[in-house]
T-cell receptor
């Protein structure tokens, strides 16, 4: 089975500091897409950032950036200047088999301490 | 905020009942998806549709069924609910272009007694 592994069930960070969430995945494909989604408590899951595997440049969206290491099959998310509103479950996901289907990791619960 | 709506948000119902979980989106997205998510766990794809009259089963086997008669509507039905169906069900949609991000609804938390 092609899996996505998030090795950190829970993480915490102080407000205004930086935190990195890890994600590794298994694939035999050369072209695929990677995503980080955020799921706040009792709220909609929303996209944080997207990375195309054939692009070497790491994606960034304001305070969110990724460290994409294709050979290592690693896709970590860095959150800079953490805010209380960043507290949520974060899920890493990748496309499967050249399709629109996504395979998700188990998630990392991020707590932001004031 | 994405314009995708799920009803009900919460449902507690007895074993053997027929249940339909509603999902509608107003974005004109061709692709729609149903995921099952147990507490603290990952999402598992149970159904998807790439357009009207197109439905496919996902990677996780499910006793539920879906239909796609209209672009904006993708209901999920359980003919006879069982306690093992207790879970959260998330609906999502995406634009027709390849690998566009999926937009999610708020989910339905289903409890079967």
């Amino acid at each position: 089975a092609q899996t996505v592994t998030q090795s950190q069930p829970e993480m915490s960070v102080q407000e205004a500091e930086t935190v990195t969430l890890s994600c590794t995945y298994d694939t035999s494909e050369s072209d695929y897409y990677l995503f980080w989604y955020k799921q706040p408590p009792s709220r909609q899951m929303i996209l944080v950032i997207r990375q195309e595997a054939y692009k070497q440049q790491n994606a960034t969206e304001n305070r969110f950036s990724v460290n994409f290491q294709k050979a290592a099959k690693s896709f970590s998310l860095k959150i800079s200047d953490s805010q209380l509103g960043d507290a949520a479950m974060y899920f890493c996901a990748r496309t499967q088999g050249g399709s629109e289907k996504l395979v998700f990791g188990k998630g990392t619960k991020l707590t932001v301490n004031p | 905020e994405a314009d995708i709506y799920q009803t009900p948000r919460y449902l507690v119902i007895g074993t053997g009942k027929k249940i339909t979980l509603e999902c509608s989106q107003t974005m004109g997205h061709d692709k729609m998806y149903w995921y099952q998510q147990d507490p603290g766990m990952e999402l598992h794809l149970i159904h998807y549709s790439y357009g009207v009259n197109s439905t496919e089963k996902g990677d996780l086997s499910s006793e539920s069924t879906v239909s796609r008669i209209r672009t904006e509507h993708f209901p999920l039905t359980l003919e006879s609910a069982r306690p093992s169906h207790t879970s959260q069900y998330l609906c999502a949609s995406s634009h027709g272009s390849l690998h566009q991000p999926q937009h999610f609804g708020d989910g339905t938390r289903l409890s079967i007694l």
